[in-house]
């Protein structure tokens, strides 16, 4: 039942190991509607009850197993005031044209958006690695030297508008269930309270 992720986020204690099991148990569709029906409120208590619950890394992003520059969508919601509804597509590099990013296992990626906000704010490349004991940062201090071909061109996060979006900002990523995982985002080293989750499409 859509908003039941909002009702058990409301909870006075929020249960993780609880949300995990009830949207494992949801086909994609499902599993999609409602993490991106939560507000602010929800998705700042998810990302504060998430630390600690589940170890994520970057090949529970992408599985090694999948061929390198082949994209993984992750439909995302943010609590920004506007264009809210986004997904985050992710690749693992070619060793090709980056053996070092291959090695550590980065990951490479981009913000999907309209093309209207693509065209006038950016894509908002990045790249994404392992944080820390059981977290990913989203890097948007790097962004990767190659794309997949049907990918936007590959722009600097300083140019544009990107400037006011994505310059200087890093996301960390908590997991929260198989498919699901939720992030906070902060500049230059500074939290911003800006949440936002995201869900695997497939």
């Known amino acids: 039942m859509v908003d039941r992720l909002r009702q ?13 099991a009830y949207l494992d148990g949801l086909d994609g569709d499902a599993r999609i509607a409602e993490v991106t029906g939560l507000g602010r409120r929800e998705q700042r ?28 969508v992750f439909e995302g919601c943010n609590t920004l005031p506007a264009f809210t509804r986004f997904a985050k597509v992710l690749c693992r590099p070619d060793s090709a044209s980056d053996p070092e990013a291959a090695a550590a296992g980065e990951l490479w990626g981009y913000n ?7 065209t006038v704010v950016g894509p908002g490349f990045f790249v994404a690695a392992d944080h820390g004991e059981s977290e990913v940062l989203v890097d948007y201090l790097r962004v990767p030297p190659r794309r997949p071909d049907h990918w ?30 939720i992030g906070r985002a902060s500049r230059r080293g500074r939290l911003m309270n800006i949440w936002f989750v995201l869900c695997r499409a497939d």
Do not use: C, K, W
């Open 8 to 20: 058990m986020l409301r909870e006075s204690e929020v249960d993780v190991p609880a949300i995990e």
């Open 45 to 72: 208590r998810l990302y504060a009850a998430a630390e600690g619950h589940r170890v994520l890394r970057v090949s529970d992003l992408v599985p090694t197993s999948t061929a390198p520059l082949t994209e993984v």
């Open 112 to 118: 999907r958006n309209s093309n209207f906000v693509e």
């Open 152 to 181: 936007p061109p590959i722009r600097e996060n300083h140019t544009r508008l990107s400037f006011f979006v994505y310059n200087g900002t890093q996301d960390v990523l908590r997991g929260v269930s198989e498919h699901v995982s």
